[in-house]
């Protein structure tokens, strides 16, 4: 409840579709893109890379290249050794794999970047680079999942494949019985193609080395502060040596969340030239050397009651990793969000992460929004199955406000979110009897229709559990002559941050949306934050701006009440103007306090500091969730399998809307990638690790035709932040693949089930359900290539080991492998006959634990920790001499293996 | 590198100069002249965003060499508005309707545009709305789901008669 909505700003501003201050720009080419960035001796970057997908560098001759006119440097892994780099992961965790910025002796992928070429111009760079000639031992690629679970280790390093593993195999024991005893069970499976992100503007990076220990670096980022936090710490640099700066940015949507090593390879080489350098990525780069996103195989069983309750649910993930993930990563987003808006009683899972010879995994808006296509798709298989409506079916099984709090399945506290009630809202706006009498009417005259639903949660403005995951500071002020500037953390890459704070400034201060200017977009201004991360700036900041300006509010009325021997109560602020109730003739303008507070320092209050300022960072609480239900309409052509899109209704919960054109702009823009997904999208490599699609010829986006215009309903319950906004940034990714495939299954549902759903739907595939034969080749193509994932078993064959002679006390080094990295701690144990306790110290502190037994080699002990919410941890651990190896349960998050060795 | 010295207008100004001949018109306006306005991004003909006005066509500058810009008059996104900073009818629609996002692929199509609308002006509502329509459907957008674009083409249409 905003209380000072008496008192200030009787214009209302957050609500309305005001035009951005972002567009001036934009529209007259007035913008700065990295790529617009241009200083004196300023050299330009073309990368050498790898033509082959796997195999040992025999050599790189140079000789060539370097005789080629206006060639300054080429440089390969060998010189940029000179400068010592630890890759990170965006939670700023080591990277696993032995990532280097040049391919170091290896080849791991087709694009592994082996050598740059630094040159007077692009073209010159370009023209040296096509002369280098790079031999390389080729070695038979692992390219698919499949590949991964059988073939040589990706990285010979390592034991096997597995980049990242969650989950809990033991976990089946108890769904099992579950499954077996239902009175309905149904599986679906879902082999996600891989996506690439494809901003507009490919990534960039410009560097200029400015004294000793400074670089500017003008980066294509979501954040420039956690573009200049993660290129200080991953070169070693002191925080502030580098300033990030990144003026306007052609779309990130996750890809640009952290430098990865093309950006840092930049960096570096500006450092040992002493040059300023630029490198601008082209398309063909963009698509194949880019992070890719997505690819994913994964099973789902659920278990239903008679009455189509959900009894029991068991899922397989298996997610391709590439060689050099952005992060190793086994995805357990995916298992944390699949049921918190359902009421499941038992869930349990199996997910990994899997290294393979193809570019490695990245983030993409919602990256685990493979929860919501493979629980609503299935869910409305089960529908199907059962004979109950698919709306219905969710009626059962959501949470609503009335079953709140809720615990779910995995022991996360559900309360605050709304999907049965964005549903109710959804079909209070949709003629759904109508459209099933025109379906049916329709299927008569041989037309095709189909509607689908899908219903979801999401966490947003995430804060205070995972390392990058922070508040915002905001940084406000009135100038002298009465305009307000507003220093922010935040970056918009087209999210219009400088308009929605804006927005929230002049509701909150009484001012005109015209007489803000915000600054944002470097990491000289504000502090840390993580930008466009996990829709959060409209959370976090737009809650920071929101106190900030009551803040500064305040003061004004403080000065003005003393300048009129009034009370602060009378003081009202609106358009600029500062009014005294009772008093018209003492109104003054904003401007002449602020030329007092500047100016005048002995007409201020007896000890108020001169000028108008006002600081704040707002922390918010831990998660804020954002829920919706959509709906979407389509005619499928029995006769090309052509989808046609005829109506799409969103119905989401996004608390306060400070500008709906611009929430409804992350919903569209999600959406029409979630229809590229389903639909369009795909980025094959062939079996020798060959990315098939280079151009966006291949490469299918979304254009105009495909995507039909959207319908928007705003349940706006507020949330519990300041300001009550909820995030909306990444829904429309999320819920959008499962409302459209849903809406293609019920058109189809006469002539059979999608059984296994093979993205993206061509055409082709469309028809292999229509016309039941495997009319588009897929089902030939993976028949051949990959056996059905099992459940894999574990052996827990009991035995008794010998009591270890060495015992366990003492000290030892571990690494636990967590779902935010590999986290490293110093375990000590005393055992006092089969009795241990002792303590983990990690460089967060230290903590204590007693009450653990020692049987044989094998110790089992319990830990309650905080962060990042609370649970108990039970470790497993078997020691063997000096080293030690085992599990860490880690309650909902799964477990996790532990390894490590004696100090 | 063979050079070849070319004469153009590019938003009314005239510049005479020596450039590569395999320079591409797009890298030409952006690195020999300055207009960093129109944006390259896939260089291959298909995305739309480097679109400039050339001889009052609408033509994709990666595309073309800048040797092939002899004697052209050439307007890029810089020149679509009036002197006095009034912008041109389609930038302000597409600013009305929240048209743009990142901003990258803008300048081609806010040029797209002012071609289509000129072309078509005075014809009826929906005819322009088509044309529009039609003439979007050679660029792409990867942030909006093109729902302001589509509700800036309307306002286009609705005020072209």
């Known amino acids: ?903 | 590198m063979s050079e070849h010295a070319i004469e153009l207008t590019v938003n009314g100004h005239c510049h005479a100069t020596r450039v590569e001949a395999r320079t591409s018109l797009g890298e030409f306006l952006r690195d020999g002249l300055g207009y960093t306005g129109t944006h390259l991004a896939c260089e291959h003909g298909v995305c739309g965003a480097c679109t400039v006005m050339i001889d009052g066509r609408a033509m994709r500058s990666c595309l073309m060499l800048a040797v092939q810009a002899d004697g052209a008059e050439v307007t890029t996104v810089e020149g679509l508005a009036e002197a006095d900073g009034t912008l041109h009818p389609v930038q302000q629609a597409l600013k009305d309707n929240f048209g743009l996002q990142c901003g990258f692929c803008t300048p081609g199509v806010a040029i797209t545009m002012a071609c289509v609308t000129r072309d078509n002006a005075g014809v009826e509502a929906p005819r322009m709305e088509d044309a529009l329509t039609t003439a979007m459907s050679g660029h792409i957008c990867r942030c909006t789901g093109y729902q302001g674009i589509r509700r800036a083409i309307r306002q286009l249409a609705g005020a072209s008669t």
């Open chain 1, 1 to 903: 409840m905003n209380v000072q909505a008496k008192s200030v700003g009787a214009v209302r501003y957050v609500g309305t579709r005001q035009p951005r201050k972002e567009d001036a720009r934009l529209l007259t080419g007035r913008g700065q893109f990295t790529d617009d960035v241009r200083m004196p001796g300023m050299l330009h970057i073309a990368f050498v890379r790898s033509a082959v997908a796997r195999g040992r560098i025999v050599s790189i001759d140079l000789d060539a290249a370097r005789e080629m006119p206006g060639v300054q440097a080429i440089y390969t892994q060998a010189d940029l050794a000179a400068v010592p780099v630890q890759m990170l992961s965006f939670f700023f965790t080591n990277i696993e794999s032995p990532v280097t910025l040049l391919a170091d002796g290896r080849v791991a992928c087709v694009g592994d970047p082996i050598a740059m070429v630094i040159a007077e111009s692009r073209a010159q760079a370009e023209d040296a680079v096509s002369l280098v000639e790079v031999v390389v031992e080729e070695e038979t690629p692992l390219v698919t999942i499949a590949d991964a679970k059988t073939g040589a280790p990706v990285h010979p390093d390592r034991d096997d494949n597995i980049a990242a593993e969650m989950g809990d195999e033991d976990a089946l024991e108890a769904i099992q019985p579950l499954l077996d005893g239902a009175a309905h069970v149904v599986s679906t499976r879902i082999r996600h193609q891989r996506i690439a992100p494809s901003p507009m503007e490919g990534r960039a990076c410009a560097a200029s080395p400015d004294g000793a220990e400074e670089m500017t670096v003008w980066m294509g980022c979501q954040s420039p502060h956690l573009a200049a936090r993660y290129l200080a710490q991953a070169l070693g640099m002191p925080t502030g040596a580098i300033r990030v700066v990144a003026r306007d940015v052609g779309g990130g949507f996750g890809l640009k969340n952290i430098p990865w090593r093309e950006e840092v390879a930049v960096v570096v080489a500006a450092k040992l030239l002493r040059r300023p350098v630029k490198w601008i990525e082209d398309r063909f780069e963009s698509l194949t050397a880019s992070s890719h996103a997505r690819e994913q195989d994964v099973s789902l069983s659920l278990a239903l009651d008679e009455g189509g309750r959900f009894q029991a649910a068991w899922c397989d993930y298996a997610c391709n990793n590439g060689a050099w993930p952005m992060g190793e990563d086994a995805n357990i987003a995916v298992h944390m969000f699949m049921w918190p808006a359902y009421k499941l009683p038992a869930y349990g899972f199996i997910t990994r992460g899997w290294y393979t010879n193809t570019m490695g995994l990245g983030g993409y808006r919602g990256p685990w929004a493979m929860e919501s296509l493979v629980r609503e798709t299935l869910l409305e298989k089960a529908a199907r199955k059962i004979g109950i409506d698919p709306v219905e079916l969710r009626r059962r099984n959501l949470v609503y406000l009335t079953d709140q709090p809720h615990t779910s399945s995995m022991g996360i506290p559900v309360e605050d979110i709304t999907p049965g009630e964005c549903l109710e809202k959804l079909m209070a706006n949709i003629d759904y009897a109508g459209f099933r009498r025109e379906q049916a009417e329709a299927r008569k005259e041989g037309r095709d229709l189909g509607i689908g639903f899908a219903t979801y949660i999401e966490p947003t403005g995430s804060a205070g559990s995972m390392a990058p995951m922070t508040g915002e500071t905001v940084q406000l002020r009135i100038e002298p002559t009465g305009k307000v500037v507003a220093m922010l953390s935040t970056h918009s890459q087209g999210h219009g941050t400088a308009t929605t704070m804006a927005q929230v400034i002049a509701e909150q201060l009484g001012v005109a949306y015209e007489d803000i200017a915000v600054y944002e977009g470097d990491s000289a201004i504000g502090a840390f934050s993580p930008g466009a991360a996990g829709s959060r700036q409209g959370v976090i900041a737009g809650g920071a701006t929101w106190r900030a300006a009551e803040m500064l509010a305040d003061k004004v009325k403080v000065v003005a009440a003393h300048l009129s021997n009034a009370s602060v109560e009378t003081v009202t602020i609106e358009g600029g103007m500062v009014h005294i109730a009772g008093a018209p003739e003492m109104s003054r303008s904003i401007r002449e306090i602020a030329e007092i507070a500047y100016g005048e320092p002995g007409r201020l209050p007896e000890g108020a500091a001169t000028g108008l300022e006002a600081q704040y960072r707002y922390q918010p609480p831990p998660m804020t969730m954002t829920s919706a239900a959509h709906c979407c309409m389509v005619e499928v052509s029995a006769e090309t399998g052509f989808v046609k899109i005829l109506r799409w209704i969103s119905a989401e919960d996004c608390g306060t809307v400070i500008n709906p054109g611009v929430v409804e702009g992350q919903i569209a823009g999600g959406l029409a990638q979630a229809i590229g997904q389903v639909l369009l999208e795909d980025m094959p490599y062939d079996a020798r690790g060959n990315p098939l699609a280079a151009t966006f010829k291949d490469y299918l986006m979304p254009s105009i035709s495909d995507v039909p215009d959207f319908e928007y309903l705003h349940a706006n319950t507020p949330s519990q932040t300041i300001g009550g906004m909820r995030g909306v940034g990444e829904g429309g990714a999320i819920v959008g693949p499962p409302t459209l495939v849903n809406a293609i299954a019920d058109a189809l549902a006469p002539f059979g089930e999608i059984d296994e759903l093979v993205l993206p739907l061509t055409p082709a595939r469309v028809l292999d359900v229509i016309e039941q034969r495997d009319v588009s080749g897929t089902r030939a193509h993976l028949d051949g290539a990959d056996v059905a994932a099992v459940v894999e078993e574990t052996n827990p064959a009991e035995v008794v080991a010998p009591v270890m002679a060495a015992g366990i006390d003492g000290d030892w080094n571990m690494v636990l492998k967590t779902p935010m990295g590999p986290q490293e701690m110093v375990a000590h144990f005393d055992a006092d006959g089969a009795v241990v306790s002792g303590y983990l110290q990690a460089p967060e502190g230290r903590q204590d634990f007693s009450g653990g037994t020692l049987s044989g080699s094998q110790v089992k002990f319990e830990m309650k920790v905080e962060k990042p919410m609370k649970i108990t941890l039970k470790y497993d651990l078997q020691f063997d001499g000096d080293t030690v190896s085992g599990k860490c349960k880690m309650g909902m998050f799964g477990s996790a293996t532990v390894t490590g060795e004696r100090v």
